[in-house]
């Protein structure tokens, strides 16, 4: 043992014996004796018996000479202990509670995978593309689901009138309430609530039902029903149709314009046909969507609340389908240079090419109204070429998220859909070419100028890639 005498104080040691306090120490002789009486508590009681020293206020007092005395606020081990337990216990029973709903919801899960298998069996393979409306029941109808027309009733400035009559006009301003205030005093300024004694509870009424029943699609949704509207009403006061069609055409072609994606599903109709999806089942792969679109409109209008015009806009809404396109433009184009409007064929032909001009005329705006279209328009088609690589359906390229990009999307659809339509058009409306037709010129130019820059960038990056590789 070494010489140097200790570093440390001697402690006094208070014993509580049946509650009566004794003081150990701290000479070497009542030391000793402390320690035999420890001892042979050891040796008396089982293996995990334990012996620990306290203070009066209960804190542990380390023997260890080189240890600090406890403070007196030190936790008290008895009732830090007690608390660990209690929670132990706590978090014992949330676990086994948790445990419950996770088997819950698999069992959930696993029955709705049995059902939409059960499903699928019975219905021959069929895919049965969300739509909101089933007709199997041929007694349902479509009801607004707000009966009172509550929403109100906005004062629209001179400017916005004017605006309103404008392709320039910005359809991204506006909330929902505002929009279907805007189709309201189209109708107003038309005329048509007037000529055909509508009551104006009952326009507010099929507003509201019309807006209810279109999908919060990324592109086909209430606003570009509303886009596709305000355009036609544009076109009505730039073309000057008020004095070459009657009040019952005007009438028809707004009409057809506000219901002409009704309940549109997002997905379009070569994805319903190769799913073979209710809709295209029904419709014998003949317009699908389009059908669906008339079939919920009239549902609409048979509403003796919503009737503000049971006259034929069937023709107007199937026009639509891109896959009449050149069917419809070539009739035009035969009429156009000896054009009647006293004749019906020329004047029913010449509804169809408007309302197609109308549903496709996002790049006759500003670039900065058109463009946030475009990618609206890319989300939904991603989203449906996704939904037919993972159910092993044709992809087409100008879908495919892997193939297509903005520009390649846009130069071929203005050159080769937008340019001719507008063009031919232009030949019965030459006002027009200003603010419509050059617009597109213009927009054509600009996704060129894109698709180059994004051509070199692809060639640098092979170039740099290659040299990389050879270094």
């Given at each position: 043992?070494?010489?140097?005498s200790?570093?440390?104080a001697?402690?006094?040691?208070?014993?509580d014996?049946?509650?009566?306090v004794?003081k150990?120490?701290?000479?070497p002789?009542?030391?000793?004796?402390f320690?035999?009486f420890?001892?042979f508590l050891?040796?008396s009681?089982r293996?995990?018996?334990?012996?620990?020293?306290v203070?009066?206020?209960?804190?542990?007092?380390s023997?260890?000479p080189t240890?600090?005395?406890?403070?007196?606020?030190?936790?008290r081990i008895n009732?830090?202990?007690?608390e660990?337990?209690?929670r132990?216990?706590?978090?014992?029973k949330?676990?086994?509670?948790?445990?419950?709903?996770?088997v819950?919801?698999?069992?959930?899960?696993?029955?709705?995978?049995?059902?939409?298998?059960?499903?699928?069996?019975?219905g021959?393979?069929r895919?049965?593309?969300p739509c909101?409306?089933?007709?199997?029941?041929?007694?349902?109808?479509?009801?607004?689901?707000?009966?009172?027309p509550n929403y109100?009733?906005?004062?629209?400035?001179?400017e916005t009138?004017?605006?309103?009559?404008?392709?320039?006009f910005?359809v991204w301003?506006?909330?929902?309430?505002?929009?279907?205030?805007c189709?309201e005093?189209?109708?107003?300024?038309?005329g048509?609530?007037?000529?055909f004694?509508?009551?104006?509870?009952?326009?507010?009424?099929?507003?509201?039902?019309i807006?209810?029943?279109?999908r919060?699609?990324?592109?086909?949704?209430f606003?570009?029903?509303?886009?596709?509207?305000?355009?036609?009403?544009?076109?009505?006061h730039?073309?000057?149709?008020?004095?070459?069609?009657?009040?019952?055409d005007?009438?028809?072609l707004?009409t057809?314009?506000?219901c002409?994606?009704?309940?549109?599903?997002?997905?379009?109709?070569?994805?319903?046909?190769n799913?073979?999806?209710?809709?295209?089942?029904?419709?014998n792969d003949?317009s699908?969507?389009?059908?669906?679109?008339c079939?919920?409109a009239?549902?609409?209008?048979?509403?003796?609340?919503?009737?503000?015009?049971?006259?034929?806009?069937?023709?107007?809404i199937?026009?639509?389908?891109m896959?009449?396109?050149g069917?419809?433009?070539?009739?035009?184009?035969?009429k156009?240079?000896?054009?009647?409007?006293?004749?019906e064929?020329?004047?029913?032909?010449l509804k169809?090419?408007?309302i197609?001009?109308?549903d496709?005329?996002?790049?006759?705006?500003p670039?900065?109204?058109?463009?946030?279209?475009v990618?609206?328009?890319l989300e939904?088609?991603?989203?449906q070429?996704?939904?037919?690589k993972?159910?092993?359906?044709?992809?087409?390229?100008?879908?495919?998220?892997?193939k297509?990009?903005?520009p390649t999307?846009q130069?071929?659809?203005?050159?080769?859909?937008?340019?001719?339509?507008?063009?031919t058009?232009?030949k019965?409306?030459?006002?027009?070419?200003?603010?419509?037709?050059?617009?597109?010129?213009d927009?054509?130019d600009?996704?060129e100028?894109?698709?180059?820059?994004?051509?070199?960038?692809?060639?640098?990056?092979?170039?740099?890639?290659l040299?990389?590789e050879?270094?």
């Amino acid at each position: 043992m070494g010489s140097s005498s200790s570093s440390y104080a001697p402690k006094t040691i208070y014993l509580d014996v049946d509650g009566k306090v004794q003081k150990v120490g701290p000479n070497p002789e009542e030391m000793l004796v402390f320690l035999f009486f420890s001892l042979f508590l050891l040796s008396s009681h089982r293996r995990n018996t334990a012996i620990m020293m306290v203070d009066p206020e209960g804190a542990l007092v380390s023997i260890d000479p080189t240890m600090p005395t406890n403070s007196p606020k030190a936790f008290r081990i008895n009732e830090l202990k007690t608390e660990v337990t209690n929670r132990l216990a706590m978090l014992e029973k949330r676990v086994e509670l948790e445990g419950l709903k996770v088997v819950e919801i698999e069992k959930c899960k696993n029955d709705l995978k049995k059902l939409r298998d059960e499903m699928t069996s019975r219905g021959g393979g069929r895919v049965n593309c969300p739509c909101k409306y089933n007709f199997s029941d041929d007694g349902k109808k479509v009801t607004p689901r707000r009966d009172v027309p509550n929403y109100p009733k906005y004062t629209l400035s001179q400017e916005t009138v004017e605006a309103l009559k404008k392709p320039t006009f910005d359809v991204w301003h506006w909330e929902h309430n505002e929009m279907l205030s805007c189709l309201e005093y189209m109708y107003h300024d038309l005329g048509l609530v007037k000529e055909f004694n509508m009551n104006p509870i009952t326009l507010k009424r099929w507003l509201l039902a019309i807006q209810e029943n279109y999908r919060n699609n990324p592109f086909h949704n209430f606003r570009h029903c509303f886009c596709v509207s305000q355009m036609m009403y544009g076109m009505i006061h730039l073309c000057n149709l008020q004095e070459k069609l009657t009040l019952t055409d005007m009438g028809i072609l707004m009409t057809a314009a506000v219901c002409h994606d009704l309940d549109h599903p997002g997905y379009n109709n070569t994805y319903q046909i190769n799913a073979r999806t209710e809709l295209a089942v029904r419709y014998n792969d003949i317009s699908p969507l389009e059908n669906h679109h008339c079939a919920v409109a009239f549902q609409i209008l048979s509403l003796p609340e919503c009737n503000i015009f049971a006259n034929a806009i069937i023709t107007l809404i199937l026009a639509t389908d891109m896959a009449r396109h050149g069917e419809i433009l070539d009739s035009f184009k035969q009429k156009v240079d000896n054009f009647d409007f006293t004749n019906e064929e020329h004047v029913t032909c010449l509804k169809m090419v408007l309302i197609k001009c109308c549903d496709i005329s996002n790049e006759v705006r500003p670039t900065e109204v058109a463009e946030p279209w475009v990618d609206c328009l890319l989300e939904e088609y991603f989203m449906q070429s996704d939904r037919e690589k993972s159910e092993g359906l044709p992809v087409a390229p100008f879908m495919d998220r892997d193939k297509v990009t903005k520009p390649t999307a846009q130069i071929g659809f203005i050159k080769f859909v937008l340019i001719p339509m507008f063009e031919t058009v232009m030949k019965l409306f030459p006002q027009i070419e200003e603010i419509m037709v050059q617009p597109l010129r213009d927009s054509r130019d600009h996704y060129e100028e894109l698709k180059q820059i994004d051509d070199a960038m692809t060639e640098l990056c092979a170039r740099l890639s290659l040299g990389s590789e050879q270094l």
